[in-house]
C-alpha cells in the first residue's frame, strides 16, 4: 500500500507504467537510461496519438461534453501524464454530478495480458484523486477493432497498479536497470536491438560455465 506524497521532482510519467507492466528492463532502458527506438507499431500509436490530442479541444454530443487531452496528476501514486479524452455525460441542463469516462486511444487491438489495463486504471486513480470522485470503468478506442473495449476497476487491478508505481519509483530512485530475460514478447519490443536479450542470456550462460569450472577445481583441490 503507497503512503505519503510525492513531490514534483519525485513524479514519473504515468504512461510508463504500460512498459512496466510488458517489461521491466523496458521501462528502465527508456525512463532510466532515457533510451527510445521506434518500430512500426510505436510510429502508428503515436500518429493515431497525433490525431486525438489537441489540448483545446471540447465538443458537445447532445447531454455529452467531450475533452481532449486532460493532464493527469496523482501525488499518492506518483505519476502524471494525459488523459486522450474525457466524456462528461449531464442528465439535464442543471446536473452538478456528471457520468464521467475517460477513452484511451490505442492502436493494434486488446491484448492477452494486462499491460493496457493498468495505464488505464491509473489514469482513473489519478483523475480520482483529483476531483474526489470514484470511477468504475472507462475506455480503450482501438485503432484495428474500431469499437470501444470496457476495462473495470477492480481491487486486484488497483492494488496491481500501486504494487507496479511502487517498484517504479524503487528503482528509478536507485538508478537501476533489470537485466535482460529473452522472451516471445522480445520480437515485438522496439528496444530489442539496445536490450541485447540474446547476449544477455549467452552471458549468463558463460558466468554458469565459469562458475562450475571454478567448483569443480576447488572441488579438486580439496581432495588433494
Not at 500509436?45 to 490525431?51: D, I, P, S, T
Not at 501525488?75 to 475517460?102: F, Q, T
Not at 528509478?172 to 529473452?182: C, D, L, N, S
Request: aromatic residues 8%; neutral net charge.
Amino acid at each position: 500500500m503507497i503512503t505519503g506524497a510525492y513531490d514534483d521532482e519525485s513524479l514519473l510519467p504515468l504512461s510508463g507504467i504500460q512498459h512496466f507492466a510488458f517489461c521491466e528492463r523496458q521501462w528502465a532502458l527508456i525512463h532510466v537510461e532515457k533510451q527510445w527506438a521506434e518500430n512500426v507499431r510505436t510510429v502508428e500509436g503515436r500518429q493515431l496519438h497525433e490525431r486525438v490530442d489537441d489540448p483545446y479541444f471540447t465538443e458537445k454530443r447532445n447531454n455529452i461534453k467531450v475533452v481532449r487531452s486532460v493532464p493527469l496528476v496523482s501525488r499518492r501514486l506518483g505519476l502524471y501524464g494525459v488523459a486522450d479524452l474525457i466524456e462528461y455525460e449531464h442528465n439535464s441542463a442543471a446536473d452538478r454530478s456528471p457520468k464521467i469516462r475517460i477513452v484511451e486511444y490505442k492502436r493494434g487491438k486488446p491484448k492477452p495480458d494486462e499491460r493496457d489495463e493498468v495505464q488505464l486504471c491509473a489514469q482513473a486513480m489519478c483523475l480520482e484523486e483529483m476531483l474526489g470522485i470514484k470511477l468504475d470503468y472507462a475506455y480503450f478506442y482501438y485503432g484495428e477493432t474500431r469499437h470501444r473495449h470496457r476495462v473495470d476497476f477492480h481491487e486486484k487491478l488497483r492494488e496491481k497498479v500501486e504494487q507496479l508505481t511502487g517498484k517504479m519509483h524503487e528503482l528509478f530512485e536507485k538508478g537501476i536497470t533489470p537485466p535482460p530475460v529473452k522472451s516471445k514478447k522480445c520480437k515485438c519490443c522496439s528496444l530489442n536491438d539496445l536490450c541485447l536479450p540474446v547476449l544477455g542470456k549467452k552471458t549468463r550462460e558463460a558466468c554458469r560455465y565459469i562458475d562450475s569450472l571454478i567448483a569443480e577445481i576447488e572441488s579438486e583441490s580439496a581432495g588433494d
